[in-house]
Each structure stands twice: as C-alpha cells, then as structure tokens.
C-alpha cells in the first residue's frame, strides 16, 4: 500500500490541525496504521495509532499525547485523520503515517513495527 501524509503547515501555539493519511487502494483497511513525528535531531517518535477496521478500529496512544490526539478513518476515503489540539512549539517535526498488518493486539508502536510508511508533512508551531 503506498501512503501520502498531508495537512501540514505553519501554525500558532494554541491552534488545532488535522492531518490526513490517504492510501492508495482499497485495501487500506485491512491495514492498521499508525502515525509518528520526528523532530530535527531526534528520533521518529509515536503519536497515535488506529487498528484496521475489521479489528473495531481501536485506538493506541501514548501517555503524552491523550487528551490532545484523536485518530479516526474514513473508509469511503481510504483515509486515516490525525487531529492535534493545543499544540505548542514542541509539537514542530515532520509527521508520517505508516502502516502494517498486524492481525491483533495493538498497530505497534515502534517504527519496527511498520512495513510501508508515506512521505511525511512537516508541521511547524511558532509561539
């Protein structure tokens, strides 16, 4: 599945962004994907994922990012949504979107975990 990661852009310390994953066939949900950030000179960390829609489309977070992260699909869409609220200058990185097939448990929650990954949209906070 080949993904494309968009929605990025320059943004205020406060604001909320919505970035979307779209995949490039309909078997996009047979796949649980996952998004990750990378900041300049930091490795690529998790941010959320989402299981594939036969498994419920469950959602995974980490402890920094509940109450400010929600991952949702649209199937008809063949795209996964990552909205971010109340962002801060911390929260500047590129962000990908990665997917794999994991048949159960949680998307992964480690690069490793991923097979096919998109191309990333740099999101920029200014305060």
């Known amino acids: 599945v080949q993904l494309q990661a968009s929605g990025g852009g320059l943004v205020q310390a406060g604001d909320s962004l919505r970035l979307s994953c779209a995949a490039s066939d309909r078997t996009f949900t047979n796949y649980n994907i996952g998004w990750f950030r990378q900041a300049p000179g930091k490795e690529r960390e998790f941010v959320g994922g989402?299981?594939?829609?036969?498994?419920?489309?469950?959602?995974y977070y980490p402890g920094s990012a509940k109450g400010r992260v929600t991952l949702s699909r649209d199937n008809a869409k063949n795209t996964v949504y990552l909205q971010m609220n109340s962002l801060s200058p911390e929260d500047t990185a590129v962000y990908y979107c990665?997917?794999?097939?994991?048949?159960?448990?949680?998307?992964?929650?480690?690069?490793?975990?991923?097979?096919?990954w998109g191309q990333g949209t740099q999101v920029t906070v200014s305060s």
């Open positions: 990665a997917a794999n097939r994991r048949p159960s448990g949680s998307p992964g929650y480690s690069i490793y975990d991923y097979d096919y």
């Open positions: 989402i299981r594939r829609s036969g498994s419920g489309g469950k959602t």
